[in-house]
Nanobody, 124 residues
Framework: QVHLVESGGGLVQAGGSLRLSCAASGRTFSSYYMGWFRQAPGKEREVVAAINRSGGNIYYTDSVKGRFTISRDNAKNTLYLQMNSLKPEDTAVYYC?????????????????WGQGTQVTVSS
C-alpha cells in the first residue's frame, strides 16, 4: 500500500495557473504507475493525466492537452500536475492515484490507491 496526500488546490481566475502535488509514503513510489483524476459537481470522475514509472510515457485527456503537464520526482516520492491557462470547466476535486499493474491508463478500477483529493476552483 502507498499513502497519497494531495496539495496545491485553491481558487484561481480563468487563465491562471496552479501546481498540484501528491506526496507518497509507504511502499516504493517508483514502482507505481500514477494518475491524476478529477470529479466535477454532478459528474463522474474522469482521468486527467497518467505517467508511467520512469516518467517516459505520459497520457493526457484531450481537454487538457497543451495546458497541463504531469511529472514525477521518484527521489522525492512526489507526483505533480502543472495546470496553466485554467478554465472554469477545470473546476473539480482533483485526486492522485497509484496503480501497481494497470491494464489501462485511464480506467479508475486499475488504480489501487487514492488520495483524499484537493479542490480546484476556477472563476470566470
Amino acid at each position: 500500500q502507498v499513502h497519497l496526500v494531495e496539495s496545491g488546490g485553491g481558487l484561481v481566475q480563468a487563465g491562471g495557473s496552479l501546481r498540484l502535488s501528491c506526496a507518497a509514503s509507504g511502499r516504493t513510489f517508483s514502482s507505481y504507475y500514477m494518475g491524476w483524476f478529477r470529479q466535477a459537481p454532478g459528474k463522474e470522475r474522469e482521468v486527467v493525466a497518467a505517467i508511467n514509472r520512469s516518467g517516459g510515457n505520459i497520457y493526457y485527456t484531450d481537454s487538457v492537452k497543451g495546458r497541463f503537464t504531469i511529472s514525477r520526482d521518484n527521489a522525492k516520492n512526489t507526483l505533480y500536475l502543472q495546470m496553466n491557462s485554467l478554465k472554469p470547466e477545470d473546476t473539480a476535486v482533483y485526486y492522485c492515484a497509484a496503480a501497481t499493474a494497470p491494464a489501462t491508463r485511464t480506467r479508475q478500477s486499475d488504480y489501487d490507491n487514492w488520495g483524499q483529493g484537493t479542490q480546484v476552483t476556477v472563476s470566470s
